[in-house]
């Protein structure tokens, strides 16, 4: 298994495992036949791609989509990882109930070539970087104090993440990417761009937009109830007994918060992130997004 390491430039004695596959990097706990295998999954006409960074928010959206899709606001009794392409087997994905909702964190030119070839809808899912590395070093934390390992200071991890050295590389990158299929007329119609914080702050919006991107023409009060159930407290509840979980909380749903990156951000990170984006987003249509917001 092609396994890489990562080491912070203040610790070079720290190595963080990475399994890397044709230039890509991946958890180390994925199995590297699936990834090869990936991009030939079986599609149905009626699946949905979910797509996004990691932490994004794309567990949230899964139980968005997968409610419109089954016109019913009952949580789906399936965790994410079971649909998600970059870690299932298309033996164990094909056994699965139609209405998929098949995910990952690829690149769009890695999605499955059935999904470009059928047009399926795809949901993209964009959060600010600052709260993704946050809320990825506070996961990595648990794993490593899990298995006894200490986790560098966060600067120092955040000076990795910024430079692509973690799983799926830098987060300007996904998102650059994925905003040149969307600028391509062929693949435009079939990508929603959803941004986390907007569904955090207008959930009945975007899930109204969510709904007629899906053609799943459901009505306002099922909407309501979605919108009810998706809260995090309630996905919290009914999600317990089938998550993943770290010292006994679940490791997907955790606090669900905007700006949680300011707690964490010396003056000096600051700017070393705002001189990154800038350089990196420079050409991008999401420029200003997330550019220097305190």
């Not at 912070?8 to 699936?34: A, C, H, M, W």
């Not at 010292?247 to 600051?270: A, M, P, R, T, Y």
Request: aromatic share 12%; glycine share 4%.
């Amino acid at each position: 298994m092609p396994i890489t390491y990562v080491s912070p430039e203040n610790d070079p004695q720290t190595k963080y495992p990475i399994l890397e596959v044709n230039g890509v990097r991946y958890p180390s706990v994925f199995d590297e036949e699936v990834i090869r295998n990936m991009m030939d999954v079986d599609m149905n006409d009626d699946d949905v791609m979910l797509c996004g960074y990691m932490r994004s928010g794309t567990h949230w959206c899964f139980e968005v989509i997968n409610m419109l899709l089954r016109k019913c606001d009952d949580t789906i009794p399936y965790r994410k990882e079971d649909f998600h392409i970059e870690q299932t087997s298309n033996e164990k994905l094909a056994h699965l109930p139609l209405h998929r909702v098949l995910n990952g964190h690829m690149h769009f030119e890695l999605l499955p070539k059935a999904a470009l070839e059928k047009k399926l809808k795809i949901v993209y899912v964009l959060r600010d970087p600052r709260d993704v590395a946050c809320s990825w070093y506070q996961l990595m934390k648990k794993y490593f104090r899990d298995r006894e390992v200490e986790i560098c200071p966060f600067t120092d991890w955040m000076k990795l993440f910024l430079n692509g050295e973690f799983e799926w590389g830098t987060w300007f990158d996904h998102v650059t990417n994925w905003e040149k299929a969307m600028a391509n007329p062929q693949h435009s119609s079939s990508i929603l761009v959803v941004r986390f914080e907007d569904l955090v702050t207008q959930p009945m919006r975007e899930i109204e937009r969510i709904d007629e991107f899906l053609n799943t023409k459901t009505d306002d009060k099922l909407r309501r109830r979605v919108v009810e159930k998706c809260s995090l407290e309630n996905i919290k509840r009914d999600k317990h007994s089938i998550t993943d979980k770290l010292e006994g909380k679940s490791v997907h749903f955790v606090q669900g918060k905007i700006g949680s990156w300011k707690d964490n951000f010396s003056e000096e990170l600051s700017e070393y992130f705002n001189r990154v984006y800038d350089e990196k987003m420079k050409d991008s249509k999401f420029d200003n997004m997330y550019r220097q917001q305190v």
